[in-house]
């Protein structure tokens, strides 16, 4: 392993000099957070990529046969080496995103009705150097392991030659250049839900909790609109991690496919063989007035609703991460705590686990993909009623993106307040739990609020007629 320490923290300036760079990956604690907002990653060009799409599987340019999952833990445990201690835990690996669209390969589930964008199932990268920096520390390295040899003098040569390539570049002069302004015709996006018709959805979804279906589900609206020839993404990242800094924020640049996210919210974590997941249910906006805004989080908290369904979804992950633990090792250390963010206040637990012996963060993707805190439950229940009534493919929506270590460590998010941009269109959605208790009005309102960072970033505004056109291509609800 090759280590140099650098001389600034700020990775966003740095990832700046990999503009065009292939598979750049940037895992951005733009929030600051003692624990949760503690690490940043920077890295590009693995020297092999995965990805998993609706034609099928390829690894490292070959296709694929059998789960890719297994293909990647395999890849993983033959550079298999423990993390230095005393710098940030991930040191080289796979990243990347895990979609949303995912669990059908994991469960048997619907497809679809509309899959306009084809976003793959999956796409993450071998790498073998990353950008780590810690800003509890405020300080930064270049971490170069030269895998993928194994051989040690070959590996040694190919950890500083990679680590000499990868420093020329953090050498070239940059432009300093301001946060771009937002564009300045507004972007019209287009929902695929009216206000009546996501009242209608919501409805539809308590009618199959009264019934006794399910006891929640995650709905969404969706937002698309067709982008400008000169539309900048990194530029519109650059906003949104300044209008809403999340801890578990990320910019992928994958050719034409760009995903940019500022998550507030862990699916799961491995440390060891500690599991962590962190679900958010529970969400009101805030205001400038701190009297008022406190008072807001007060209601929240207090909220009959909100704590059921964060109730509900701490069982649902209980028992998926209890699939791959040690009997009685299961614990949720915080109940519906309060956390604050840049726009809203959430709702948040603490689920841990202990991995059985041999089991590791293959297995537990598998056990628990995608995050029950935006699926609902009974989990598989829940998802078809979401393709029922979203009718659209969610994407990177909802699923995680993350890093697994070759020590077999790893953290990914819940990919909410997450753009996905390609084919000349940016997406993305938002909504809410549902349960038996959800105010149909209240819910279309909660959904615009979680969007409101997104749109700003975007300089969008919601175009309602393009809604009941989108809803007319789509087919309405069934």
Not at 10 to 28: I, K, N, Q, T, Y
Not at 334 to 359: D, I, N, P
Not at 455 to 469: H, I, N, P, S, T
């Amino acid at each position: 392993m090759h280590i140099t320490e650098l001389d600034t923290t700020d990775l966003a300036a740095l990832a700046e000099r990999f503009a065009g760079a292939d598979h750049l990956v940037f895992l951005d604690s733009a929030m600051p957070h003692a624990k949760l907002g503690r690490y940043s990653y920077l890295t590009a060009s693995p020297y092999a990529v995965l990805e998993a799409g609706q034609d099928g599987a390829r690894f490292a340019g070959r296709p694929l046969d059998g789960d890719p999952l297994t293909a990647l833990g395999a890849a993983l445990s033959a550079q298999r080496a423990e993390a230095h201690p005393d710098l940030p835990p991930f040191q080289g690996g796979a990243a990347g995103f895990i979609a949303y669209d995912y669990g059908r390969r994991l469960e048997r589930l619907p497809a679809p009705a509309v899959d306009d964008l084809g976003v793959p199932d999956a796409m993450l990268g071998l790498y073998d150097w990353v950008v780590a920096c810690d800003h509890h520390r405020d300080r930064a390295w270049l971490i170069s392991t030269g895998a993928p040899e194994t051989e040690p003098a070959p590996r040694a040569a190919r950890a500083k030659a990679r680590a000499d390539e990868v420093l020329a570049r953090l050498a070239r002069p940059v432009p300093s250049a301001p946060v771009a302004a937002a564009p300045a015709a507004p972007l019209p996006f287009r929902s695929n839900f009216d206000r009546a018709a996501y009242v209608e959805a919501i409805r539809a979804c308590v009618d199959y909790v009264l019934a006794g279906d399910i006891f929640q589900a995650n709905i969404a609206q969706r937002f698309l609109a067709d982008l400008p020839a000169d539309f900048d993404p990194w530029a519109f990242y650059r906003r949104l991690r300044r209008r809403n800094a999340a801890p578990f924020g990320a910019y992928l640049a994958f050719g034409d496919l760009v995903v940019a996210s500022s998550s507030p919210e862990r699916f799961v974590s491995v440390t060891g063989d500690l599991v962590e997941a962190r679900p958010i249910k529970g969400t009101t906006k805030r205001w400038a007035d701190p009297h008022a805004d406190g008072a807001s989080s007060r209601v929240l908290l207090a909220s009959e609703k909100d704590r059921a369904e964060n109730v509900m979804i701490v069982d649902l992950l209980r028992n998926d991460i209890s699939r791959v633990s040690r009997p009685g090792e299961v614990d949720v250390p915080t109940l519906c705590g309060l956390e604050t963010y840049a726009s809203v206040h959430h709702l948040v637990s603490v689920v841990t686990g202990r991995l059985r012996e041999g089991l590791g963060v293959i297995d537990l993707l598998r056990a628990s993909f995608p995050g029950g805190s935006i699926t609902g439950a009974p989990k598989l229940r829940a998802m078809e009623i979401i393709t029922e009534l979203e009718r659209h493919a969610r994407g990177v929506y909802c699923g995680s993106i993350g890093w697994i270590g070759f020590s077999g460590d790893a953290d990914f998010n819940i990919a909410i307040r997450t753009a996905t941009i390609a084919r000349g269109k940016a997406v993305f959605q938002a909504g809410g739990g549902i349960t038996a208790l959800s105010d149909p009005a209240a819910e279309y309102d909660e959904s615009l609020t979680k969007a409101r960072a997104v749109f700003e970033a975007f300089g969008g505004v919601l175009d309602e007629a393009g809604a009941d056109r989108a809803r007319a291509t789509a087919g309405g609800l069934r």
